[in-house]
T-cell receptor, first 110, second 114 residues
Framework: GEDVEQSLFLSVREGDSSVINCTYT??????LYWYKQEPGAGLQLLTY?????DMKQDQRLTVLLNKKDKHLSLRIADTQTGDSAIYFC??????????FGSGTQLTVLP | DADVTQTPRNRITKTGKRIMLECSQT?????MYWYRQDPGLGLRLIYY???????NKGEISDGYSVSRQAQAKFSLSLESAIPNQTALYFC?????????????FGPGTRLTVL
């Protein structure tokens, strides 16, 4: 079945850029997503990218997709303490269901 | 997302009890989902429904059942709760008309089974 993998933890200094990486196995993925989960809250959709694109930028967020290597990344520029959260990568395969990664806990240090 | 609500937000129960978690949405979406979240495992799909008459099992449906009472309501039941069903449960919705199939999540229900 489909599998999505992420590293569990990332720490960065306030003001630096954060890069969260994700790999997936389903070559038929149509859309790939990034969600953010703050403590005690549900998942908030940050952005998504269609599989025929290789980059999408939205203010401080840049999504890069390498379809050949099945690698997705989320770059957060000028990371702030409010960006501390768990970030989930997810992909929509041929069945149009989402498969989520285990989440990356981003900690922003002052 | 305030358009997707879940009740209760927290629940502590005992092994063997029947529990129902409820989800309501005002987004007008046709698709609804139930997930559970466990630390280090991400979200796993329990059941999903594409409309009132369409219910499908997800990756981990054993021990759970669902009911789609209306387009806006989707309930998850644990007929006889067991401790390894202790988790955070999320409801989500999506709109068939949106090609990207973005899912919008409720705030979650924290369930503890003693």
């Amino acid at each position: 079945g489909e599998d999505v993998e992420q590293s569990l933890f990332l720490s960065v200094r306030e003001g630096d850029s954060s890069v969260i990486n994700c790999t997936y196995t389903d070559s038929s993925s149509t859309y790939l997503y990034w969600y953010k989960q703050e403590p005690g809250a549900g998942l908030q959709l940050l952005t998504y990218i269609f599989s025929n694109m290789d980059m999408k930028q939205d203010q401080r967020l840049t999504v890069l997709l390498n379809k050949k290597d099945k690698h997705l990344s989320l770059r957060i520029a000028d990371t702030q303490t409010g960006d501390s959260a768990i970030y989930f990568c997810a992909e929509a395969g041929s069945a149009r269901q989402l498969t989520f990664g285990s989440g990356t806990q981003l900690t922003v240090l002052p | 997302d305030a358009d997707v609500t879940q009740t209760p937000r927290n629940r502590i129960t005992k092994t063997g009890k029947r529990i129902m978690l409820e989800c309501s949405q005002t987004k007008g979406h046709d698709r609804m989902y139930w997930y559970r979240q466990d630390p280090g495992l991400g979200l796993r799909l329990i059941y999903y429904s594409f409309d009132v008459k369409d219910i499908n099992k997800g990756e981990i449906s054993d021990g759970y059942s669902v009911s789609r009472q209306a387009q806006a309501k989707f309930s998850l039941s644990l007929e006889s709760a067991i401790p390894n069903q202790t988790a955070l449960y999320f409801c989500a919705t999506s709109d068939l008309r949106r090609g990207a199939n973005e899912q919008f999540f409720g705030p979650g229900t924290r369930l503890t089974v003693l």
